[in-house]
């Protein structure tokens, strides 16, 4: 999962920025409203937290900018001002949820995972692919009713396969929203965890959710709903 | 006697009034003066007549001719008589005209003087007489007093005089009627700018205009444009006044969300973490009250009308994004053309904090309705946004009115939200009020504001009324 942190304050950045990348979040951090207009339009952004106040220019019209140019990555505002003025405003323009300063991280962490699930199109925090359960909120995964011990990182790579389930996702565009750019992006690494969390999932190998397209990339099968 | 325009029209009229009687009195005194005078003077033209005509022969015998030097004296009842006689003694002549008409001439006329009045004859009839009292010489030397009484009918005379006046009030009745219809006209030309300025100022209050926009005489052109900076200064000020909150708040939350962050580290011992993190908790509410508190206007003066169904669409467009989750079906019954008159960013604030209390409360369903207010004084709409939750219970209503108290600490915001719309309301003089949804079965929170039922408030309010 790519995040984009749009937040001038460099403290509160970098701790936000931590806190989601020990999460599994690939993250991209900017103070400055061009770079951010810059980074959301040709990265490939899952979702995006934006501060209001910006010293350059307001966070609303990053948005507006975004929207204008065809980028509905979900957004989440967050503001110092708690005037739903405000609010109103930010939704208005093009974002999705808004956080109030200051807040708790828990709360941030729940309302982004809440709207990348959203954002592909799943109405209930727990996405349920045959017997396979991840619950967007806990953020835990079960299979046939019992937990699975995963990483940061497989969780991640659980959650995305799963949101796009029924869908065909590249090694490339796995690598892009997993891995941050400066990360060796070689295919073995990402074939390596797909093993991985083959075995995790599907230990006796008869459930078979993830097919390997050859050339083509991976799909999760959304099985009997 | 509120308006100028009455006030002036009153007393002019006073004016008129007093000036037509004055000079009325004035004109009938000159007139009646000057008739009367003629009546004098004729009747003296007859006195004289009749001494040139009047005979004494030398044994002192009176002889009359018997052709009048006046026609009218020989002509009965012609309303002009003459009679002569000795002082004090009977009387020697009388004019043809008056047989049988008795005249109580005066008794006594001073020797050698004249004397006049106004008497009654026998028939009833008002004349005014002329006395002479001459003394005449004889050719044989003899000196006899005799008494020349001449009388003239005040008939013509009281009849000219009403005739007259008759037409003096005609005139002047016809004159202040003139003068009053162009007075009003001119009041009502010289008083224009005056309405003009009452009925901008009307618009004003009615939230159609921010600013006296019209061009004014010099007299008030002064009054509109300090009256123009005042609001505008007021304006400015609130501006500068927000702006500055905004600061504070920014540079108070950010350290504070930092704080925050830094509680969660793992170096931070999970005990202390926690015990910090209440009290920024308690820190951030504190923050948040006091400036949500301070940043509601609650002003009027130059406050727009503001379109209460918009407000809420775009409310509940908001809560639809924010609490899509949840599947809420927010419904709103809002009238077309209902107005707030006040702060747009006032009223966003006691919608949305309502409506997000609602939405957090809610089973399935938030009701967000509006109407005009049926309580005392018109030009106030009634706001209420209601759920089917379990309500909030009476004895914390009171406490979440009026105080950033939490009701439930584990739904973020509950507190400050009721409490930040109390004070606006209470700043725009409303009232809230908690109580259950009689169809929802939750809560319902009412609150009452300035407002006005349709576009054009001014003249809907007046009606009201």
């Known amino acids: 999962m790519r995040l984009l942190i749009v937040e001038d304050e460099a403290n509160l950045r970098e701790s936000l920025a931590e806190q989601f990348r020990t999460a599994g979040f690939v993250v991209d951090s900017t103070g400055e409203a061009e770079e951010a207009v810059f980074l959301g339009e040709e990265y490939p952004v899952d979702v995006a937290v934006v501060d209001l106040g910006l010293p350059d220019a307001s966070g609303m019209d990053v948005i507006r900018t975004w929207r204008e140019r065809r980028r509905d990555f979900p957004v989440l505002i967050l503001t110092a001002r708690g005037r739903w003025q405000d609010k109103v405003a930010g939704l208005e323009a093009g974002a999705d949820d808004y956080l109030v300063k200051p807040f708790q991280p828990e709360e941030l962490a729940a309302r982004v995972n809440a709207l990348l699930r959203r954002a592909a199109g799943w109405a209930s925090p727990v996405l349920e692919c045959g017997d396979i359960r991840l619950d967007t909120a806990a953020q835990r995964v079960t299979v046939g009713g019992q937990p699975v011990n995963l990483t940061a990182y497989e969780y991640r790579i659980i959650e995305y396969l799963m949101l796009h389930a029924g869908q065909v996702v590249s090694k490339t565009e796995l690598s892009e929203h997993l891995y941050p750019d400066d990360d060796d992006r070689d295919s073995n690494v990402i074939e390596v965890l797909i093993g991985r969390v083959r075995r995790k999932l599907d230990p006796d190998g008869s459930r078979q959710p993830l097919e390997t397209l050859r050339g083509r990339g991976y799909r999760f099968s959304a099985g009997e709903r | ?465």
Not at chain 2, 286 to 297: E, G, K, N, P, T
Request: aromatic residues 6%.
């Open chain 2, 1 to 465: 006697m509120r308006s100028i325009n009455a006030r002036m029209l009153v007393a002019a009229s006073l004016v008129l009034v007093l000036f037509f009687t004055l000079s009325g009195g004035v004109l009938d005194y000159v007139f009646r003066r000057t008739a009367e005078e003629t009546l004098r003077h004729n009747l003296q033209l007859t006195a004289y007549g009749l001494m040139s005509a009047a005979n004494v022969d030398p044994v002192g015998d009176l002889r009359m001719p018997s052709t009048m030097p006046n026609p009218r004296l020989s002509r009965r009842a012609s309303g002009l008589y003459g009679q002569i006689r000795f002082p004090g003694g009977p009387v020697l002549w009388r004019s043809p005209s008056a047989k049988g008409i008795r005249i109580p001439y005066p008794k006594h006329v001073p020797s050698g003087g004249e004397r006049t009045a106004r008497v009654e004859d026998s028939r009833g009839k008002a004349l005014y007489t002329l006395s002479y009292s001459v003394v005449w010489q004889t050719r044989s030397g003899d000196q006899i007093p005799f008494i020349f009484d001449v009388a003239e009918s005040l008939g013509p005379y009281d009849r000219q005089l009403a005739q007259f006046r008759t037409n003096l009030f005609t005139g002047f009745a016809v004159l202040t009627g003139l003068l009053l219809a162009i007075q009003a006209i001119v009041l009502r030309l010289g008083l224009r700018p005056l309405r003009r300025i009452e009925s901008d100022l009307a618009a004003m209050e009615a939230g159609r205009h921010t600013e006296l926009t019209g061009r004014y005489p010099r007299e008030l052109a002064r009054l509109a444009d300090n009256l123009n900076a005042l609001v505008r200064s007021q304006h400015a000020h609130l501006e500068r006044y927000r702006h500055s909150l905004e600061d504070l708040a920014h540079s108070l939350k950010t350290p504070l969300a930092v704080m925050t962050s830094h509680c969660n580290e793992e170096a931070m011992p999970p005990e202390l973490g926690s015990r910090l993190r209440e009290q920024i908790n308690r820190l951030q509410q504190i923050v948040d009250y006091q400036l949500q508190r301070a940043a509601a206007s609650g002003t009027r003066a130059g406050g727009k009308a503001v379109d209460v169904a918009a407000c809420a669409e775009r409310i509940r467009s908001t809560l639809g994004k924010v609490y899509r989750d949840r599947g809420l079906d927010i419904t709103l019954a809002v009238p077309e053309g209902l107005t707030f008159l006040g702060e747009e960013g006032d009223l966003l604030e006691v919608l949305g904090n309502l409506g997000d209390n609602a939405c957090k409360w809610a089973r399935g369903r938030v009701r967000i309705t509006a109407g005009r207010s049926g309580g005392t004084g018109g030009g106030r709409v009634r706001v209420s946004v209601e759920d089917d939750g379990p309500g909030i219970p009476e004895r914390h209503a009171d406490r979440l009115l009026r105080r950033g108290v939490r009701g439930d600490q584990s739904v973020q915001g509950q507190g400050i939200g009721l409490a930040v719309v109390g004070d606006i309301v209470v700043m725009y003089g409303g009232e809230v009020s908690v109580e259950r949804s009689p169809d929802l079965g939750g809560a319902r929170v009412s609150v009452t504001l300035p407002g006005a039922g349709i576009e054009d408030g001014g003249e809907k309010r007046k009606k009201n009324r």
